[in-house]
């Protein structure tokens, strides 16, 4: 008759097995994290975005306000357009920034937000123009430069002045810390290395055909036990 011992996954076999092979899981999670030390040694730059916002809304009639509201909406996307993009850079005279770069950089949203009066709260509409750079003093000019040279550009389409600007870029946040994102990976990567040194504890364990345990011995208690050796101490 053939006995075959079916696999089966002792917990307290495989807690033991990691109790001891503790140095194993240590060694695994020190390369890792050597391995994700070294990927994150050259630091990427922080990111900072700054915005501005433009609105529309004309004192001479209603109906000259909700053309300009149609016609904002409409040509929203011209902010990003590269025609703007880069009266926005000779606005901002630098050097180092060009049209293209803008362009890449700015994002765009609309819609009706709370502003200073109620008047201009029921009758205009708002878009926010949203700058990312390297540099929080960059992000920030170009957040105003983008919204003047929209403006330009609107006054140029609808033939009037209702779209105007509201707000200036008065702050920055940082959108992107590379320092911390450097010790998320080299983290992430200690921690996987201890785990991925669990993982495999637990499968050669489980995976083990050495018989421990009476259990197993007697093929999950299918065979009678004639006799134990007891251990003894010499």
Same mark, same amino acid.
């Given at each position: 008759?053939?006995? #075959?011992? #079916?696999?089966?996954?002792? %917990?307290?076999?495989?807690?033991?097995?990691?109790?001891?092979? +503790? +140095?194993?899981?240590?060694?695994?999670?020190?390369?890792?994290?050597? /391995?994700?030390?070294?990927?994150?040694? #050259?630091?990427?730059?922080?990111?900072?975005?700054?915005?501005?916002?433009?609105?529309?809304?004309? /004192?001479?009639?209603?109906?000259?306000?909700?053309?300009?509201?149609?016609?904002?909406?409409?040509?929203?996307?011209?902010?990003?357009?590269?025609?703007?993009?880069?009266?926005?850079?000779? %606005?901002?005279?630098?050097?180092?920034?060009?049209?293209?770069?803008?362009?890449?950089?700015?994002?765009?949203?609309?819609?009706?937000?709370?502003?200073?009066?109620?008047? !201009?709260?029921?009758?205009?509409?708002?878009?926010?123009?949203?700058?990312?750079?390297?540099?929080?003093? #960059?992000?920030?000019?170009?957040?105003?430069?983008?919204?003047?040279?929209?403006?330009?550009?609107?006054?140029? !389409?609808?033939?009037?002045?209702?779209?105007?600007?509201?707000?200036?870029?008065?702050?920055?946040?940082?959108?992107?810390?590379?320092?911390?994102?450097? +010790?998320?990976?080299?983290?992430? /990567?200690?921690?996987?290395?201890?785990?991925?040194?669990?993982? !495999?504890?637990?499968?050669?364990?489980?995976?083990?055909?050495?018989?421990?345990?009476?259990?197993?011995?007697?093929?999950?208690?299918? %065979?009678?036990?004639?006799?134990?050796?007891?251990?003894?101490?010499?």
């Amino acid at each position: 008759m053939n006995y #075959e011992n #079916e696999l089966e996954i002792d %917990l307290g076999r495989c807690f033991r097995a990691l109790m001891k092979k +503790w +140095w194993f899981m240590a060694v695994m999670a020190v390369l890792f994290g050597i /391995a994700g030390l070294a990927l994150t040694l #050259e630091k990427e730059d922080d990111i900072y975005s700054a915005t501005s916002s433009v609105y529309v809304m004309s /004192a001479e009639s209603y109906s000259q306000t909700q053309v300009g509201i149609t016609a904002m909406n409409a040509y929203a996307d011209i902010a990003t357009s590269m025609k703007v993009c880069e009266r926005a850079a000779l %606005l901002m005279g630098a050097e180092n920034v060009t049209g293209e770069k803008i362009m890449k950089a700015t994002t765009v949203s609309t819609g009706e937000e709370s502003v200073a009066s109620a008047y !201009i709260q029921k009758n205009s509409t708002v878009m926010t123009v949203t700058c990312q750079s390297n540099n929080p003093v #960059e992000a920030m000019e170009m957040a105003q430069a983008v919204a003047e040279a929209f403006v330009m550009e609107m006054e140029n !389409i609808t033939g009037t002045d209702a779209v105007r600007m509201l707000d200036k870029p008065h702050a920055y946040k940082m959108t992107f810390d590379a320092t911390q994102q450097q +010790w998320m990976i080299r983290i992430v /990567a200690f921690l996987f290395g201890a785990v991925f040194a669990a993982a !495999i504890i637990v499968f050669t364990e489980s995976f083990d055909s050495k018989a421990r345990t009476i259990r197993e011995c007697t093929m999950k208690d299918e %065979l009678p036990v004639i006799g134990v050796i007891p251990v003894t101490k010499e």
